[in-house]
């Protein structure tokens, strides 16, 4: 089971990581999204993995999942989808803005201004 | 009085100039005046308790973990610093007040003034290093505006940026210094340190310390080599050059010096870096001061070499030296002050400073004259005034002391800068006042108002009466400050006639020498002249654009505004960073047990690495590329639910299908493909880099799972207090709603954000533009189906709402205790509603939702907060929770728990983030075109024609 996860991790890592490097806006918005699952499993698996154990107090459980991973990925999960909807508007409206939707801006041309003071 | 209340007073006054000045000019200037004279008063109560040797603390906690404390102290130094900050102070506004000229922002100018001199006291008066070095920063600031303060003037911003520059750098090695020193002693009290003499001294980082130290007090207080940025400063106002150079800002080097003389002095490192640096400062001064024609030029570099006098002596590491250093400090600051504003009033009326095109103003200018030269004959070191007393007392120090065992070096260097400076202040005398009145002035000068001249006068009068009867008026503050410095009860005698000693014959050398000097000073001028000077501001410039040169390329090599770039080149250092740390430890196998894996997960692994794999080789169809992601989105939600997470995978589910609804919203806006345009190259590189980040995730993942815990889990101790602090059996939503219920509030609070941007962004593009433009000309890519609300969807949403809603509300109860709460309950219920917006049309919905979404943010996080203020009531801290077990015939015993009403807050919140952000992209598509439909279907099916 370990080995699953461990592999899934890494397969979602490495798929969000080379779509987050192309060049259009919706591909890298994807990419992100892939990585924040990674990311959660991530943290979901230092929790170590459990196979039907209760998240659930009562009397007479043996054991619990850890509770306090699934806290914390609850909210990423929540903010990954918060930042995930910021980021397509703000891809939404560079688009809707420029007529296309590139990542890259033109290199800037460096030491047009010196910044000292011409008196 | 507190002295942390005098060294707030200042920063209080500072908040009023810029109010008052509505009021007038003597209303700006006296506010300013009224707090410095509070200041000055308190400081005045203080002073018997403090000449009696008792040293006056207040003591305010503030970061006391790492030793940051407000802890400050008034002892015979603070007292004597104080005591002339805030005295000049006060000079310096009555001056400054006839200086501004009326286009001269002067609520501007006295609020940098009291914010300059709140750091000044709060220096002087610090018993705190870490605090010192805090109002340390603040002068290197202050300073900098009031420098810079005519903002019109190129050569103003450049002194001010210089000054700022090499105090600032000065300022961080002196961080680094402090800290060392506080690391030795234990203590970053000044009243701790000052007892570990011994530990210091003999500690191996003694000489760093001092270095690092030192760099910061010759920064600041200008000594050689690093006096260049001193003169630069004197494009400032006068009042500002006359404050900051005579009593304030380059005292604080000096300052610190003698602050930290009883624990830092007495070495032969002391004596050689600090006695040799003031040494040469005060030759290399004295000299471009003869030279300068510029009336502030010269007077900058004198106190140049003036300081260097006063650091010479701390460096002698003597008590009489130190003596000598206390009561110097005071005669300069009285005599500097009044040249300086007899400078600027020189200015002001003649409208020139230039000596070259002055002389003769005895006849015009009678009261300026008298001021001046009393002034400069108090720097000459003439008697009666006080300058002679402590320039003999110079003098007769430096017999004392021994130079790399050349009795001889320092008296004679001693007496040729005391020539020197004898004879700089000879010429100001004499190139300004006297010669024949001249009729080229650029303005014919005239001696200005009372009120213009008072200040100066005043100070003259302390030069006079100050060498009159030393011992009535400074002998005491002498005492003082001198016993503080040194750490023993010193009492000194000062008095005119010592008889005849070596020092008197230097003196009358250095005084006869001065007339010769200046009697020859044409030739003397052309050899200047005609010698090769460096330039300081070159140097510096080229120093400074060099590092811009340095930065801009570092800069530009890795971020020219490519984002993948950018991307890129911190996903290799992440690597780097982890092979780095790979390199580094062991790589055992994990010891623990491994979790059997069934056919189950094995097909769900393949169902999401295919899926993966699928969308990275599909990436380029994007409505594929979503359907893909829902894919992989909907198999992570299920192994949460496989591994024990049943409100991670409620969460997962409802999220990815917002997030999917989302992305085609947007989609629709959006081509269709992304093009190909990276080469095969490029391609194969973010492979590999992709391939190699994996990798190590997948790498260290397994790694961490097949371990146990270094450390127990706090895990434990939430599952053991869940129901018995919490009330709820749901840990996770225990967690959520209580133990880490200020977490879930700033998440709500961001989330609430998160969708005000995006509303924001929305009306940003809607608003006239070239994206408004885009939208109205919008036509879509494929044509659209007649039916665009099908009769079916929008019975079957109808009919769902309701159920939904019920779902919603179940799951919402039922999470304090089941998997499930107001996170969950909020995105279903937003789904729920979102299907009608799809089923049904945009507008047709809209129009039915009466409630505004932002008020079901902001009702949410009102209520979230409301809720946690209610805990206050009770005398328990911000969002403590309370639950008790109610019975209501004929329910059953049920629970209610303030963790409940929170969960609502977060409900609400979450619904009316997921609505608004939804909503404003919806928005577009109504300004692109999409009409709003009137009724719910497209097709009526009661017209007979469906």
């Known amino acids: 089971m370990e080995l699953l996860v461990a592999s899934s991790i890494g397969l979602l890592t490495a798929g969000g990581v080379y779509l987050i490097l192309r060049l259009r806006t919706f591909p890298v918005i994807v990419g992100l999204s892939l990585l924040s699952y990674a990311v959660n499993l991530f943290i979901f698996a230092s929790g170590r993995l459990a196979i039907g154990l209760p998240p659930i107090w009562s009397k007479t459980a043996e054991g619990y999942s850890d509770p306090l991973v699934q806290a914390l990925v609850l909210t990423a999960i929540v903010i990954s989808f918060g930042m995930t909807a910021v980021i397509v508007m703000l891809g939404l409206g560079a688009y809707l803005e420029a007529g296309d939707d590139r990542i890259d801006m033109e290199p800037s041309s460096p030491a047009d201004d010196s910044g000292e003071d011409r008196a | 009085m507190s002295p942390a209340l005098i060294a707030a007073l200042p920063f209080l006054g500072a908040l009023l100039p810029g109010l008052m000045i509505r009021a007038g000019r003597d209303a700006c200037a006296l506010s300013a005046a009224f707090f410095t004279g509070l200041a000055l008063l308190m400081l005045g109560l203080d002073a018997p308790a403090v000449l009696r040797g008792e040293v006056i603390e207040t003591r305010i906690d503030w970061l006391p973990q790492i030793g940051l404390n407000a802890n400050f102290r008034l002892d015979g130094l603070g007292l004597l610093f104080a005591g002339l900050i805030l005295g000049i102070g006060l000079l310096i506004i009555l001056y400054a007040r006839f200086y501004l000229s009326k286009s001269d922002p002067m609520g501007q100018f006295f609020t940098y003034l009291m914010l300059f001199q709140g750091a000044m006291v709060g220096i002087v008066l610090s018993d705190n290093i870490l605090l010192l070095l805090v109002f340390w920063e603040l002068t290197s600031l202050s300073s900098f505006l009031l420098i810079g303060y005519w903002k019109h003037l190129p050569e103003g911003r450049q002194g001010a940026r ?58 600041k207080s200008a000594q050689f080599p690093f006096h260049f940025w001193l003169p630069r400063a004197m494009a400032a106002p006068t009042p500002v050059s006359a404050y900051l150079h005579s009593a304030t800002m380059v005292k604080a080097g000096i300052f610190l010096m003698a602050r930290l003389w009883p624990v830092l002095a007495g070495t032969e490192a002391w004596f050689y870096l600090v006695g040799t640096a003031g040494l040469v400062t005060l030759l290399v001064g004295a000299k471009i001061a003869l030279f300068k024609d510029d009336l502030k030029a010269l007077l900058a570099y004198s106190t140049v070499s003036h300081l260097g006098l006063i650091t010479m002596l701390l460096g002698f590491g003597t008590v009489e030296a130190a003596t000598v250093a206390v009561f110097h400090i005071l005669n300069h600051a009285s005599f500097k002050a009044a040249l300086f504003m007899t400078a600027g009033i020189i200015d002001h009326e003649a409208h020139t400073r230039n000596i070259r095109r002055l002389g003769g103003l005895r006849h015009l200018m009678p009261v300026t004259f008298v001021i001046g030269t009393i002034g400069a004959l108090a720097m000459a070191g003439i008697p009666p005034l006080n300058g002679f007393l402590s320039k003999e007392m110079m003098l007769e120090e430096t017999t004392h002391a021994v130079w790399a065992g050349q009795a001889w070096l320092v008296p004679l260097l001693a007496t040729i800068g005391a020539l020197l400076s004898a004879a700089y202040s000879y010429r100001f005398i004499a190139h300004v006042f006297l010669g024949p009145v001249r009729d080229d002035y650029p303005h014919k000068p005239h001696d200005p108002d009372f ?150 997960p094995a097909m769900g692994w393949l169902l999401l690495v295919s899926a993966t794999l699928a969308l990275l080789v599909l990436h380029r169809n994007r409505l594929l590329a979503l359907l893909l992601l829902g894919i992989v989105g909907l198999v992570v939600a299920v192994s949460f639910a496989y591994l024990s997470a049943p409100d991670l995978a409620l969460t997962q589910i409802s999220v990815e299908v917002v997030t999917i609804i989302l992305l085609l919203l947007a989609l629709n806006f959006l081509p269709k493909e992304t093009p ?90 809607l608003r006239g533009g070239a994206a408004n433009d885009r939208l109205l000309a919008w036509k879509p890519e494929a044509p659209e189906a007649g039916d665009r609300h099908p009769m079916m969807l929008v019975v079957v949403t109808r009919i769902l709402l309701p159920l939904i809603l019920m779902v919603g509300v179940f799951i919402f109860l039922r ?132």
């Open chain 2, 451 to 600: 009120g213009f001249w008072a200040a100066p006068a005043l100070l003259c009068a302390v030069a006079l009466i100050g060498g009159l009867a030393p011992m009535a008026l400074f002998g005491w503050i002498v005492d003082a400050g001198a016993s503080a410095v040194t750490g023993e009860a010193v009492h000194v005698h000062l008095k005119l006639w010592h008889g005849v000693t070596p020092a008197l014959w230097m003196s009358i050398i250095a005084l006869a020498g001065g007339l010769l000097v200046l009697a020859g000073f044409a030739p003397l001028d052309r050899l200047w002249l005609a010698s090769p000077k460096p330039d300081a501001k070159r140097l510096f410039d080229a120093v400074v654009g060099g590092a811009r040169a340095g930065a801009a390329r570092l800069t530009d090599g890795l971020h020219d505004g490519a984002l993948t770039r950018a991307f890129a080149i911190g996903i290799v250092a992440m690597l780097a960073a982890g092979i780095w740390a790979f390199t580094g430890g062991g790589h055992a196998p994990g010891s623990r047990s491994l979790t059997a894996a069934g056919p189950v």
């Open chain 2, 162 to 219: 210089m000054a700022l520059t090499v105090t600032g750098l000065g300022g961080l090695s002196m961080i680094a210094g402090m800290l060392i020193l506080g690391q030795i002693a234990g203590s970053y009290d000044i009243g701790v340190i000052l007892t570990q003499k011994a530990a210091i001294q003999s500690s191996p980082l003694y000489i760093p310390a001092l270095l690092l130290i030192l760099l910061g007090c010759f920064t």
């Open chain 2, 815 to 946: 999470g304090h205790n089941q998997p499930g709460g107001g996170f969950v309950a909020g995105l279903v219920i937003a789904i729920g509603l979102v299907m009608q917006y799809m089923a049904s049309g945009f507008g047709w919905a809209a129009a039915r939702m009466k409630v505004d979404f932002h008020i079901l943010i902001a009702l949410g996080i009102l209520i979230a907060t409301a809720t946690g203020v209610g805990a206050w009531f009770n005398g328990l801290p911000f969002l403590t929770s309370a639950y008790g077990y109610v019975h209501l015939p004929p329910l059953e015993e049920f629970e209610l728990a303030t963790a409940a009403l929170f969960d609502l807050g977060v409900f609400l919140a979450v619904l009316g983030a997921v609505m608004l952000a939804l909503a404003s992209i919806s928005r577009l598509a109504v300004r692109a075109g999409e009409t709003t439909n009137a009724r719910p279907f497209d097709i009526d099916p009661s017209d007979g024609r469906g």
């Open chain 2, 676 to 765: 190909r345009e990276s080469s095969p190259g490029r391609r194969g590189r973010d492979a590999v880099l992709a391939g190699a980040v994996g990798l190590a995730v997948g790498a260290l993942a397994y790694a961490l799972m097949t371990r146990d815990f270094a450390f127990p889990s706090i895990a434990a101790f939430h599952i053991d207090n869940a129901k018995p602090g919490g009330g709820g059996t749901n840990i996770v939503n225990v967690i959520l709603v209580d133990f880490r219920g200020y977490d879930t509030y700033g998440e709500l609070t961001v989330l609430g954000i998160a969708a005000l941007v995006i509303h924001a962004l929305a009306e940003a593009l």
